[in-house]
């Protein structure tokens, strides 16, 4: 077997907003290999072995018993994400425990399912990496993430979308759901505070190419074995 072919790599991190991250209760794999990855299953018909998103960290707290465990309340403009970050995830959960709040931050990581008490599906994130960010980087991520969320809604109904078909069987959500909450989150960039994206598109080049080289720094390193 070829080093390419035994070296595993890791899965493209996907862009989701919380409200429909905080959705995909259903995980898979895609083989019977133990060590084969576990996808949760995005709503408008995507998988997910990662995530990547943007949001402002509203609060932390160390909610573990014998040692610590900090869980981080990150907000966007559809909802709200929790990561949690304990003794195997030491890099993320030094940065949950120095941030101060309200702060942006970019986090990249692998969805986690639990069930509660009452039955219910809980959707979280355990934290690859943490990065406190400005908001012109956030405003860049709303934006993309809005065209990929349009994208996958508008591909929903194509013939050999297996991933839609999954969402068919194991949901009972209205992708158009997911295409209003996108929408609104780009209305609420055009009606923002005067940030490089605030009317929907900066006049700043250099500003506009910062965001891009940030964003695409933070993609790199989601995708980074």
Known sequence: MSESQSTPTREVAR??????FNDAGYTFKESDDDRAPVYALLPTGESANRVFFVGT????EDVGEDSEYWRGRIVDPTGTF???????????ASKLRDLEAPSY????GKPRTYEADDGTIRVSVRPESITEVDATVRDRWVAETAERT????AAFDDEGNEYARMAREEYDFDPETYRAAALSALEGLADGDGDELADGGSTD?????DADDD???????AAEI
Not at 15 to 20: I, K, Q, V
Not at 105 to 108: G, M, N
Not at 150 to 153: G, K, Q, S, T
């Open 57 to 60: 960290l509203t609060e932390t």
């Open 150 to 153: 349009l994208e996958r809604v």
């Open 205 to 209: 080049v250099d500003a506009d190419n």
């Open 215 to 221: 964003t695409d720094r933070l993609d790199g390193e």
């Open 82 to 92: 929790f990561t949690y970050a304990g003794q195997y995830q030491p890099e993320a």
């Open 105 to 108: 931050v970019a986090v990249v």
């Open 15 to 20: 862009r989701a907003f919380a409200s429909e």
